[in-house]
């Protein structure tokens, strides 16, 4: 097996097209046509990682945090990320990164971190605006079923936990065929009348192009009548952050407990909680893996109890002004879980290969 049959298989799980514009996910370094003998999953490429996977046998690492983030102007010694992508290029050890992606798919980092509190009714903080799109066609009554069920085959017609949507009215459609067309119904030059269906299905931008062209394929019509609408309805299951509930309110300290045991922290940096809402109950958690800052007009919004995030300034704190508590649980601590998101991916598709979860991936920080 090749290891781009795997990292092709990533992309189809993770979908890059939903990175954030500033990040740089997807097959970053290596040869994707040599044959696959180990994966290891990670956090962050880090020289003990690489070393492990060496170890190992494993040629290709997938992180959540990508190796190379910006630009490189040059490989040399000269700094940690040169020696890496040398000894990473010298051993044959690709390297493939799933970030921002992972982050805003409802059963990504955030997704895993809910599951791990016990979070239930959970749905994204901050969906993704202007990636929907509205297809509308119309097709000769007898094959609308036929064509309908190619756009649903195509991935069309999907709206929040439902599939197979779509809106159908009936009426009649007016062609004349020119002298070098081959119409379906109709005589050439003259003027026709058929009935018709209208269909309309929702479908995100990613499948555009598949899309059209399964329509085509289904259609009847020489020169199907094709609209593509560009929507502004928020995608309910992609974006940032996620919301939810506990079972029942939950006394401040006893969840901060919670949070401490199940997430593996020696400590948690908070906004002040003596006399602000809700007066020491949690139940709406509010939370986003890594740098959550931006979140928390929405978390506030949203009528959030609390938001868990990472990297919090010393002023965001102070735009909690006593609405919402505040919580850095840690960059690395709260994502923590995508590695076995990585794992669990992998072997469920491929199981005829190892794949291990680092155990040198300890992140950059220690608290003492």
């Keep these: 097996m090749k290891i781009r049959e795997l990292t092709d298989y990533l992309n189809s799980r993770f979908l890059p097209v939903y990175q954030e514009s500033y990040d740089n996910a997807g097959f970053l370094l290596g040869d994707n046509n040599r044959e696959l003998s180990g994966v290891l999953t990670t956090i962050d490429v880090t020289p003990a990682v690489v070393e492990e996977a060496i170890e190992n046998g494993a040629n290709l690492i997938v992180s959540h945090h990508p190796l190379i983030f910006g630009g490189m102007k040059r490989i040399t010694p000269a700094n940690a990320t040169g020696r890496m992508v040398m000894r990473l290029l010298e051993k044959g050890i690709a390297v493939y990164a799933a970030h921002t992606n992972l982050d805003n798919l409802d ?37 609308a079923e036929e064509v309908r069920q190619a756009l649903f085959d195509a991935g069309a017609g999907g709206i929040g936990g439902y599939d197979c949507c779509s809106y159908n009215s009936e009426g ?100 002040e909680f003596e006399t602000q809402k809700p007066q020491g109950k949690i139940q709406r958690v509010a939370l986003c893996g890594g740098a959550g800052s931006f979140l928390i007009p929405d978390a506030k919004a949203c009528g959030a109890d609390i938001l868990l995030t990472a990297d919090l300034k010393y002023h965001d704190f102070q735009s909690a002004e006593g609405e919402i508590l505040l919580a850095d649980i840690g960059h690395f601590e709260s994502e923590q879980f995508a590695k076995e998101i990585f794992y669990r991916v992998i072997s469920e598709k491929f199981s005829t290969f190892a794949c291990r979860i680092s155990e040198q991936d300890k992140g950059y920080i220690r608290y003492i």
């Design 107 to 143: 059963w990504g980092v955030n997704g895993i971190l809910a599951e791990k509190l016990g979070l239930t009714n959970c749905r994204i903080l901050r969906p993704v605006e202007g990636v929907l799109r509205k297809l509308v066609t119309y097709v000769p009554t007898e094959q």
């Design 172 to 271: 009649f459609g007016t062609f004349r065929a020119g002298a070098d067309c081959h119409p379906f119904c109709g005589e050439k030059g003259e003027l026709h009348h058929e009935n018709e269906s209208r269909i309309e299905v929702i479908y995100e931008q990613r499948i555009e192009r598949r899309l059209l062209q399964r329509l085509k394929s289904a259609h009847p019509y020489e020169e199907p009548a094709i609209d593509c609408l560009p929507l502004t309805n928020a995608l309910p299951n992609v974006g940032a952050g996620m919301i939810g509930t506990l079972p029942s309110p939950t006394d401040l300290m006893e969840f901060f407990d919670r949070v401490k045991e199940r997430l593996h922290l020696p400590v948690i940096r908070t906004s």
